[in-house]
């Protein structure tokens, strides 16, 4: 009786931490669903539908595979109709719901450790893709798009226009930015941009090499240490620093749901944190 | 606990799509000109934005120009806009240059179009325009 009790129990918590992800993930898919203006308004609200539907009927709707093919579905068929327009969250999310969709399709023993090894391989190629990326781009390697964003207050502005100083320069070259391209063809042209802090040299190429080194770092530490507490801790330094850095508030909210996915069911306080981080984030763009 | 092969398909096979998918996008990038940030490669915070590329339609006869940006306000749409918008994400030279032959004939051979993005150096702070495709008469040095 003992074993079958423990089954039980192990089961019933089992469904426990599924039923904590999956909610996550409609709060992270309905957040976005609400906010795109690239899906299409049927699609939009077909998705939101079926989310919904979810959030009412969990016991029917929540876990059943169908659904997450559904959402896998709708948000390909957005992919398929403006392919060049699509984020890049928003093909991550398409990933995320067929990860969803077919671990949920197995048994219900090993539907959870499924989606654990889905969400740990996405991150690892996730960050994998944007390392190669950016050592293949000549103008990251060298600073000029890094630096350009510094200077016209793209990056840190948070930080940044704390600094009324360091703001005025910024907003300066970004007129000169603006200058510049509505020149006509007929001349190039070229302006200097005002470095709005010291170090500005220094600094941009600090930026360079972090960007580079957090990314490998990531992709490395899931593949070698995918149980331990490091891979997590540097994605949520990541996920913090992005926040800072850039306010791609949809993309931060579906890599903690991916972290949360991936993340050993036993580890109460980090699944805790990346759910939290992964709803704020979610609905912070609402707001915004 | 076996391997089953749908068992490693669950498992597996949605991290192979991101990288197939991926390396399509990567080889677009670097042999047909699409931008990095865009076609799902997660390029995006690695080279310049297409949002700062400018496609400029020319008459080389009359001297007027247009500039075509990314996020311009629809309103302001003309004929050519909608054709000419994907070339500032699909940077795409014999693209453009198609493009360029399917004009009427007596536009043809007055319309120049050109693509430019931004170029900027760090350690002199210069920021300079780039021409990256062209396409009608009149080509420039």
Redesign the interface.
């Known amino acids: 009786m003992n074993g079958v009790g423990g089954t039980v129990s192990s089961e019933a918590a089992g469904w426990r931490h599924l039923r904590h992800d999956l909610s996550v993930a409609v709060a992270v898919f309905l957040c976005y669903v609400f906010m795109s203006d690239r899906l299409h308004e049927a699609l939009q609200a077909f998705v939101a539908l079926i989310l919904l539907g979810a959030v009412v009927f969990q016991d029917r709707l929540l876990a059943a595979w169908q659904t997450w093919a559904c959402v896998a579905v709708t948000f390909g068929a957005a992919?398929a109709m403006r392919?060049?327009?699509?984020a890049?969250h928003h093909?991550?999310l398409t990933?995320a719901s067929?990860?969803l969709a077919?671990?949920l399709?197995?048994s219900p023993e090993?539907r959870h450790a499924?989606l654990r090894?889905?969400a740990r391989?996405?991150l690892?190629?996730?960050m994998g893709?944007?390392t190669?990326?950016?050592l293949?781009?000549p103008?990251?390697m060298?600073?000029?798009?890094?630096?350009?964003e510094l200077?016209t207050g793209g990056f840190c502005r948070p930080i940044l226009t704390a600094f009324p100083h360091a703001a005025e320069i910024m907003a300066e070259n970004r007129g000169?930015?603006e200058a510049?391209?509505?020149?006509?063809?007929?001349e190039?042209?070229?302006?200097?941009?005002?470095?709005p802090f010291p170090g500005?040299?220094l600094v941009?190429?600090s930026f360079v090499v972090a960007?580079l080194a957090i990314e490998a770092w990531i992709c490395l530490t899931l593949l070698l240490f995918p149980r331990k507490l490091l891979p997590h801790l540097s994605i949520l330094v990541f996920a913090g620093t992005l926040a800072v850095l850039?306010q791609e508030l949809t993309f931060i909210s579906v890599v903690c749901m991916l972290g949360l996915f991936g993340s050993d069911p036993e580890r109460k306080v980090l699944r805790a944190v990346y759910g939290i981080l992964g709803v704020l984030f979610a609905v912070a763009p609402l707001k915004v | 606990m076996g391997t089953s092969p749908i068992r490693s398909f669950r498992r597996y096979a949605v991290p192979l799509l991101l990288l197939l998918v991926a390396s399509f996008q990567i080889h677009a990038v670097h042999r047909r000109g699409l931008s990095s940030w865009r076609g799902g490669g997660f390029g995006m915070y690695g080279s310049f934005s297409p949002n700062l590329n400018d496609l400029w339609w020319t008459d080389l006869e009359s001297g007027e120009t247009r500039r075509y940006v990314k996020e311009e306000d629809e309103a302001t749409e003309d004929a050519h806009r909608a054709a000419l918008r994907p070339f500032l994400t699909y940077v795409n030279e014999k693209a453009l240059r198609e493009y360029h032959a399917s004009l009427p004939a007596a536009e043809r051979e007055r319309v120049r179009l050109e693509v430019l993005r931004l170029d900027f150096d760090p350690r002199t702070g210069v920021l300079s325009r780039k021409r990256m495709i062209e396409a009608g008469p009149g080509r420039r040095p």
């Not at chain 1, 392919?83 to 699509?86: G, I, K, N, S, V």
């Not at chain 1, 190039?188 to 470095?195: Q, R, Y």
């Open positions: 992919i392919p060049l327009d699509m890049n093909f991550l990933y067929l990860a077919v671990s399709s197995g090993e499924c090894t889905n391989w996405l690892v190629a996730l893709v944007a190669l990326q950016r293949l781009q103008t990251f060298g600073g000029g798009f890094i630096g350009y200077a000169l930015s510049l391209r509505r020149l006509p063809p007929g190039l042209g070229s302006v200097t941009l005002a470095p500005f040299e941009t190429m960007i850039r």
